[in-house]
């Protein structure tokens, strides 16, 4: 049975088989039967985990428990408003903590940043956002990576055309300024120009 664990840049939980690069959570939105309730809780602390952490093993959502999600890779988790774990992703943590702008930060802060910023797309053009931010049109979601435009999915990116104009950029302003600082978030290799 394929579980409804799958996160989109749009921060929307969807079943597809694929596990991606990344899991995490945003606390527990699951029932006893592990099916999904809610996509959203008042948990403000949204997690990027490494798949892998000291062989810590789990069934996936066990009733009470926080539900496991997955990711593409790290830039789409940060699109959907997640930051890196500061347990098993320490050093990724500290420095996104150290970049993110305006503020000398600590979890909560960040926290609450995030939450304010998480779930509303922002205008901007192609060239005004860093490699390693996403963006919509319509209901597609692209990655700037290497300075191209990819298309998003589930299984991975593909090339795309470059787009004119405004665009939705769906990874929240505060992510997006980190980025800019340096903060180079890991990105599924199918983002990758032919060599």
Known sequence: MTL???????STIEADPARGLFMGNRGCLHGEHRNLEVETTREKRWLICQLNFKNRKRTLMQPGRYTELFFLDEATALAAGHRPCGECRKANYETFLKLFPGRK???VKLDNTLAGERLRPWPATFAEIPDGAMYAIDDAAFLKWQ???WRWSHAGYTPAEMPEGSIEVLTPEGTVEAIRAG???LVHPSARLAT
């Open 105 to 107: 930060a600590d979890a």
């Open 183 to 185: 903060y180079r978030p």
């Open 4 to 10: 409804q664990n799958r996160v989109t840049p749009f």
């Open 147 to 149: 300075g191209r435009a």
